[in-house]
């Protein structure tokens, strides 16, 4: 009887836990590392693609990264089904500010609003939590570039470089140890291949196992540009830091 | 006590699994296999039909493959009457755009739809989860020949070739190991045949037991067409695939 | 704990099964059998009648053969409150269908129909599945003749000859032998005394414990005639098809 | 646990049964009896009073036998307040059909109305079945007088003898073994004294334990009647039928 | 798992009992006896009050008797609150008689409305029955002075002399020995103070422990008056009876 | 399996309880006492605190003690959560009387709203009873000043003095052998001052521990006036009360 | 089967309590303190953060004190995520009433607001606790400035000083010792930083683990400013305050 307590979103266990979310953190666990990393003049956001297959079609498929706005970007580390919805809500959501008010919405006013969905199925009978947490990248007029964090609670933090899914703790120390604040997005970006290069399996990181995003000024034209990097771009990434690094892990 | 994780869609287990999804994946492996394969120019669905009687209406009875619009087909494996369901979920979703917009659905968004659907029946309660996998073959405009394959959970991914049902993982190994990029629609439909071949218990594939669908282009007419095989044509390919196959197997 | 699988629609087993479904599959094995063979000219559905007793009114009162349009007739086997349900949907249905189109529903859609509410009863909390199976004969002008059955999973199939019920198993046996598809109609009805003589437990076949129906076309009149027969013609047929049996089980 | 398939509607026991159903009709087998014949000329219904006391109100409380339109008449056995409930529907229903139409509603049509709610009762979740059987006997223009018999699963069944309740068993082998189809209504009347007075505990039939009711045309006004007789009346139908059975019993 | 059957009103136990009701029955049996007796020229309610204390106000507080309508009143036995829910409904149910038709209800009209309610409570799942029994006295243009009794599973009767609550069972066997039809109202009083005393405690009726109610033709003005006495009334009405009573008793 | 009655509202016991209602009754008993009385000039409630810390807000915090309307003040034992929405709920009511009928309510009228809200709460399914009872006294030109007091299950009564919580049976006992009738408001308000000093633990009443409530005729005014008394009020009373009563104790 | 009253909130235990609102209790108790202190001229709320890192942002992520309206400010002990929706709340009731009454909402009515719905969860089937507890620190026109603590129940209470969460008993037993009504907002800090520094593990207070708001008069601008401190502010109120604070320890 003591272990029913882990059955259901409605009720807290006897020291006051809500086993249901623990549970689903334990999916993520499961899940392919994401990170994410603010620099002074951009963000960048790398995962670890879990599924690979030479028969899978390179191009097209995402399996880590999403758009939610011209602004912003999130990374998954979880059930992909869930976080589609999710995803869907939160463009919706953007969207609907969007036309209300005729720009973009805040980043935390909108990583509030998915969030609070999120709660409500850790709340409501005859539901399950999101099994899905989300590194939210983006940048509006008010506070600049933004990185969120946010769980199948509904909790949510904003960070200057954080992790997600299967090897986050390993990462989050890593960060604790090396990073710095006023890095610049190159730096960023070699940051996020070395913390990934420590924690994968194998050292050789390739563009079938790894997704990138930036978030950065455009210069030319004046703009916010927010891409998530196809294979031949993560490669000369991948490349040009590696050799960078090389000297790095030397120095180390 | 422990076991009773497996009996809601609504319960993550303590190590963050859905066992009710993971059953419902069960009921598919007991399905006849489908597979799909994308060539340079078109697509190629196969399927083994289980329910073999002579009694059964051979030239009305499609039981594995499904049309969804004009530019798109679908290959079943799981419970027939859920997949009749989420096939016209998805013919009236591709139906609503093309009036909308006065073009063809994307294949990516009219699977998306389905999946987020699928999603739901894994996350409220009394509901169970589709017992259904799909996979989609399509063509539109933007990304050309596409080859979907989604399961209960909602989950979906994009690629060259595929297979769901019973005896999926041994076809996917074959796949693996022969697939090659550049081959045209007539080696991908030899491909096929081989494939089904090797995993059937019988060597001799028959009318009766084998479903075939193609997505080309007709020259002619300048569009796509879209075409599940009657027994007669469905004959014709085994017969030339067989004598081509020949010597392949020879080569082997 | 492990046979709790089996007491709610909405849980799949292990084993990837609903054994609600299989219940109510069994619940069908407890009625008469039913049965229907497709011919050049005509179908032919027939039927055991289980209750009986000279105290039923036996010229009102049908139990197994049920109009559902001008050109379909049903057998039932299974729980009848259940199928009389199904039974006003699927007039509701065709009826609908032929205000707006102004022409028959074709039988496959309409069969179709009926079997995507049977499916919702094997996938939502709170419901049982249908307990009863059907065998739809009807003619439209797409197929012409069709003969469909349903069961309560909600799968459907395109026959030829088929059968329902407590015996359909031996029934189906003896059409996979004796079956040929270019017999008439009358040759059906002779076929489907046959198989009922050899099945029921007394081989004396009365109006009493049968029910007829045939659908063919009235060339006087130029049009299809859908019929269920009074116990006066159940005899007529009865005694036509006896005295031509005599020779061919002799034959036999 | 293996008993747990009685506790809902909505589950099918591995047998195929409905429990709750079955537990219902056990209700009703608790009920007194209640009886119906068909004659040439007429229908009567008879049925037993089990509270019988002097100190009930004998002119207004009809126990057993309730008038539904002016053609129909119904006999019930098992839970009066559930039988309220439907006798409430079935004369609204009959109602509606007379305001629409502006002619009586056809028997078969309103019994199998109130069928239809019964078994919605055995299907859905958080009900329970109606713990009622009944008797309906009718008269209208198309197939003249009509017995129904209906029980708790919604099944019914159109009949020239048929009984329901306690004694219901012996009552129907009764009949099965003297029931003629060419009778008159008087002859039916005195066959349904002598059933009652051989299953009762006393010989000793009284208007105080009898309740009857009659449909026969009044060939003065040219019309059905359809009346539910008084103590005084059922007096003279027992005094009259009794001094008749007298000799009838002699011949047996 | 045996007596799981009492938990819900939703179940029939394999006996065909809805143990629910039959609790709720239990709960009235705690509750303070209430008796009702026909007379010729009216009719008379008295009730044990159980709740009594000199702190309690006199005047005002019924406990077991409420007015209905101009013509009707009631004795309740069992839980009060559940109780006030019902006569707030059958005050409703009577206004929106009297407003739509410009007459009082018919007695028997108004009861069945409350007592289908009280059915509703039995079978609908979530729900408990009504903890609470019935007395209602009425008079109306059709049949005169009407006595009712109804109890938690929603059945009624019409009876001339009735009891309900702790001490039914010896007050209705008394009734039946010695109720005669052709009493008048103070005969009927003198009865029921007779009754109340040999079933209660202490043979002391006191205006603290009784609650009287008549209804009875003012001759004056011509109309029905239907009264809860206050407490000196009573009081003048134990007097009168025991004074009375003494002879009587003598005679027994 | 015994004890399962006690988890659901929606279930009687075999014994005709209902458990949770009398587990929120055991709520009642821990919380502090209140108790009322009505005297020949008006009413008193007094209450005792439980939470009482030098850091709560003196002036500000009604803990057991609320206005409902101008005419009407009520005290409260039990969970103060639920307590405030009945709270809300009766002003609602009470301005929603007297905005329509431009009158104060009744004061019996609102406390039967209330309670039918409550017992609500006892019959319908996934809900908990209300833990608190209510003392209300109030004053309406029908009735003068009255006093009703009500418990989770919906019951209530029309009391002339009488307690509620923690150490109402002892209180009750004290007022059955003191309370006098035609006592004034000051008498009153010195008994209900000495009934409190007996059961709380020590004998120093302080403002701190005790709240104070007085319903009376302003003569100046010439209306009622319903006040809750402050601090220094309370001291006041106390005090007076204090030295009258210690001759009273001597005499007793 | 006597541990199952802890699983729903719609379930008494025997004892009257309701486990789950003890179990959300307990949550609360795992997070960070957070106290507040009125002083004459103003209130002060402080809070432990609990998760502190270096990669997170300073200046934007507020984790324990929000803005509710121009004159309220609170801080927050549990669940994150529930409080988001509790404050989301509070914001919109407070903005429809200034927009309805064009003044900012009294304190004590907006806390209550938020309270009744927090008791909705603790009373209704399918939902939890809301596992969060509030200060509410405000100021309004009536009752000037108000601190106002509630919790997971549903209950409030207007104090001086209290806090909540992790180390609340033994901060708020320092604060029985040491408050007093008469100190000014300087003060208040002061002994704000000294409960803190008192209970948390390491002495030093940094601004990176606690969070510090103020409500005071502007006396330049005419108004109350409600302003949460940056963490330079808080920093320069901390040295300022242990400068304070040296001599106050050592004269205790």
């Not at 809500?18 to 990393?37: K, M, R, S, W």
């Amino acid at each position: 009887m003591s272990r029913s307590y882990d059955s259901r979103t409605t009720i807290f266990s006897p020291e006051g836990r809500l086993y249901q979310v623990e549970y689903a953190l334990e999916a993520i666990n499961h899940a392919g590392v994401a990170l994410g990393i603010v620099a002074k003049d951009g963000i960048v956001l790398a995962a670890e693609k879990k599924v690979t297959s030479k028969l899978l079609e390179q191009e097209e498929s995402a399996e880590k990264l999403y758009h939610i706005g011209d602004n912003m970007v999130c990374a998954v580390a979880g059930l992909t089904a869930d976080a589609n919805i999710l995803i869907n809500y939160a463009r919706r959501v953007g969207q609907q500010y969007l036309q209300t008010f005729n720009e973009e919405m805040p980043c935390e006013q909108l990583v509030r609003r998915v969030c609070d969905l999120k709660q409500g199925y850790t709340q409501y009978g005859g539901l399950r939590p999101f099994g899905v947490s989300f590194l939210y990248a983006g940048w509006d007029h008010i506070h600049g570039y933004q990185l969120f964090q946010s769980n199948p609670s509904g909790n949510y933090g904003n960070w200057q470089a954080n992790s997600i899914g299967g090897n986050s703790t390993s990462i989050q120390s890593l960060m604790r140890q090396e990073y710095k604040e006023d890095i610049n997005l190159e730096e960023a970006c070699a940051m996020a291949v070395k913390f990934l290069g420590k924690t994968l399996d194998n050292n050789s990181l390739t563009d079938e196992k790894i997704e990138f995003a930036t978030i950065s000024k455009d210069e030319e034209k004046g703009r916010m540009v927010c891409k998530i990097l196809r294979p031949k771009e993560i490669n000369e990434v991948l490349t040009k830091c590696q050799s960078d690094a090389q000297p790095q892990s030397e120095r180390a």
